[in-house]
T-cell receptor, first 113, second 112 residues
Framework: GIQVEQSPPDLILQEGANSTLRCNFSDSVNNLQWFHQNPWGQLINLFYIPSGTKQNGRLSATTVATERYSLLYISSSQTTDSGVYFCAVASTYSGGGADGLTFGKGTHLIIQP | NAGVTQTPKFRVLKTGQSMTLLCAQDMNHEYMYWYRQDPGMGLRLIHYSVGEGTTAKGEVPDGYNVSRLKKQNFLLGLESAAPSQTSVYFC???????????FGPGTRLTVT
């Protein structure tokens, strides 16, 4: 099946710093999502971005499908940004894309005040 | 809209007991999914459904069964719980192939 690798695995930053999280995937995808799992375990949708660039406030994401990677940018970090960020994909060639998402292991982000 | 809801939020079972987790969505979504999340890991797919009356196996289906008798509900059953099934279970749904998935709040299950 498709492989998803996220880097870095852990990241500790001071409030106000910027960060870039990376997601590499091993096959063509027709679905790519970024999630934030907050300290209470809730999964929050950040972006649905199988290709292209999107921005939402301090967050933006870019997926270069032909090169099989996606980047999540967080600017002016706040303590509430702490948590685990997951990239999840669905392979174009697996179940027609119906069979769910394959998750990376996540980037654990800690924002210190 | 309540979105995706899960019942119960927490449960403790003894080895060999059975239980059913309920997922409900009020968005009229066709596709529904059950995942499990173990410590330090991403989510892994257990079973999924592409419409009312259909189910299919995911990556880690052993020890679980599912049913989708109504479009808005997706049930996950454990017939004989084992300690290896201690995990957090997430349900998700989406409108169709090229739409994003939305997740429920999760059910924390402990099997002793």
């Amino acid at each position: 099946g498709i492989q998803v690798e996220q880097s870095p695995p852990d990241l500790i930053l001071q409030e106000g710093a910027n960060s870039t999280l990376r997601c590499n995937f091993s096959d063509s995808v027709n679905n790519l999502q970024w999630f934030h799992q907050n300290p209470w375990g809730q999964l929050i949708n950040l972006f649905y971005i199988p290709s292209g660039t999107k921005q939402n406030g301090r967050l933006s994401a870019t997926t270069v499908a032909t090169e099989r990677y996606s980047l999540l940018y967080i600017s002016s970090s706040q303590t509430t940004d702490s948590g685990v960020y997951f990239c999840a994909v669905a392979s174009t060639y697996s179940g027609g894309g119906a069979d769910g998402l394959t998750f990376g292991k996540g980037t654990h982000l800690i924002i210190q005040p | 809209n309540a979105g995706v809801t899960q019942t119960p939020k927490f449960r403790v079972l003894k080895t060999g007991q059975s239980m059913t987790l309920l997922c409900a969505q009020d968005m009229n979504h066709e596709y529904m999914y059950w995942y499990r999340q173990d410590p330090g890991m991403g989510l892994r797919l257990i079973h999924y459904s592409v419409g009312e009356g259909t189910t299919a196996k995911g990556e880690v289906p052993d020890g679980y069964n599912v049913s989708r008798l109504k479009k808005q509900n997706f049930l996950l059953g454990l017939e004989s719980a084992a300690p290896s099934q201690t995990s957090v279970y997430f349900c998700a749904s989406r409108k169709g192939l090229h739409y994003e998935q939305y997740f429920g709040p999760g059910t924390r299950l402990t099997v002793t």
